[in-house]
């Protein structure tokens, strides 16, 4: 069994990368680790070539077996080729502070992610800096 420190759940930020010409993107993911079984939320800005930026929500679901995760995402709300689901595995690392792997949409694409767990102070900060902004 994980032990509590070492549980998946917090916040994350992240990156995905395409395997062709197209820039990486962002996101940042919201964990909830138990008993191995993962979900979760995701948001992102995605660029669009002729319309600027679409910021995205994706849900999460998964699983956890000691230092390997699957899991898959659904982008809520989503049109056209975003409503296909995707599929990520990757290894655990660094005491459970990092994430990296590949993810598939199924008969296309594939590329690597990588995500680093937001420290406790980092996220509250985050957290607080954002509702000003929005203020």
């Known amino acids: 069994m994980t032990e509590e420190s070492e549980l998946l ?12 010409t197209l820039e990486p993107v962002a996101f940042e993911a919201s964990l ?7 979900t979760g939320t995701t948001s992102e800005v995605f660029p669009l070539p002729s319309h600027g930026e679409r910021k995205i929500q994706g849900h999460l679901d998964g699983e956890r077996s000691g230092d390997a995760v699957r899991f898959s995402k659904v982008y809520v ?10 599929f990520y595995a990757g290894t655990i ?3 459970s502070t990092r994430i990296e792997g590949t993810w598939t949409l199924a008969n296309s694409w594939s590329g690597v992610f990588k995500m680093t767990r937001i420290r ?16």
């Open 9 to 20: 759940t917090g916040d994350w930020l992240g990156t995905y990368y395409y395997p062709r």
């Open 32 to 38: 909830i680790e138990f008993d191995g079984i993962l």
């Open 77 to 86: 709300g989503a049109s056209g080729p975003h409503r296909r689901e995707i």
């Open 93 to 95: 690392w660094d005491r």
């Open 120 to 135: 406790q102070k980092q996220a509250s900060f985050r957290r607080r800096l954002f509702e000003e902004i929005k203020a």
